[in-house]
Nanobody, 121 residues
């Protein structure tokens, strides 16, 4: 009933910037929260940032002051502006949306297929 499509990944040099986008489409009743996770080779998937339907945001310590999460409710889109990128930021970044598929849904956790971010000289 819902699909998430990420975009914006690519190859950047250390200190560079990228802006990731995630668009939620399909049939659903309400989005409760949107966020970004990442997974590097040999590491567990980890939280990067989240944002609620209001203005509350949450960031992992390792991205505070460098990344900014934002959203466009009208477009059902969440963004991740990544600045001052470091080689250790290299990972597949996944969009996550917590939503209700219908008024009767207890809650659904949707994931995109990921977009690769590579930070290297």
């Amino acid at each position: 009933q819902v699909q998430l499509v990420e975009s914006g990944g690519g190859l950047v040099q250390p200190g560079g910037s990228l802006r990731l986008s995630c668009v939620a489409s399909g049939s659903f009743y309400r989005i409760n929260a949107m966020g970004w996770y990442r997974q590097a080779p040999g590491k567990q998937r980890e939280l990067v940032a989240t944002i609620t339907p209001g203005i509350s945001t949450n960031y992992a310590d390792f991205v505070k002051g460098r990344f900014i999460i934002s959203k466009d409710n009208a477009k059902n889109t969440v963004y991740l502006q990544m600045n001052s990128l470091k080689p250790e930021d290299t990972a597949v970044y996944y969009c996550n949306v917590k939503l209700l598929l219908s008024i009767w849904d207890y809650g659904t956790d949707a994931w995109g297929n990921g977009t690769l971010v590579t930070v290297s000289s």
